[in-house]
Nanobody, 127 residues
Framework: VQLQASGGGLVQAVGSLRLSCAAS???????????MGWFRQVPGKEREFVAA????????DFADSVKGRFTISRDNNKNTVYLQMNSLKPEDTAIYSC??????????????????WGQGTQVTVSS
């Protein structure tokens, strides 16, 4: 399974960005069987959970630091998951990566839950 994240860039504080993550691959089965997550990492710090979404999008979870500002959605027809980021803050600056797991949704905030990872896209928020 390959995950390709895109949509990062430089934005001013209180601005918005939408990240996309497209899934593909020779061994890829059905996108709707995968829970999807977004994580972020700043150099020198551990990767942290941002958001997750269940197989068909009926359940979502967010880190406390992004609740009310970020939303996660998915289009199973396009094998794509999105992260809409609004009211961005400088502390949101990080490399954002998407991840997939063909597992149950419980514990979706845990890095160890996920089997496949994308390469990441840089998000930089200026003050």
């Amino acid at each position: 399974v390959q995950l390709q994240a895109s949509g990062g860039g430089l934005v001013q504080a209180v601005g918005s960005l939408r990240l996309s993550c497209a899934a593909s691959g020779r061994t890829f089965s059905t996108f709707s069987r995968y829970i999807m997550g977004w994580f972020r990492q700043v150099p020198g710090k551990e990767r942290e959970f941002v958001a997750a979404i269940s197989w068909r999008g009926s359940s979502t979870d967010f880190a406390d630091s992004v609740k009310g500002r970020f939303t996660i959605s998915r289009d199973n027809n396009k094998n794509t998951v999105y992260l809409q980021m609004n009211s961005l803050k400088p502390e949101d600056t990080a490399i954002y990566s998407c991840a997939a797991a063909e597992r149950s949704y419980g514990g979706s905030y845990r890095l160890a839950k996920y089997d496949y990872w994308g390469q990441g896209t840089q998000v930089t928020v200026s003050s």
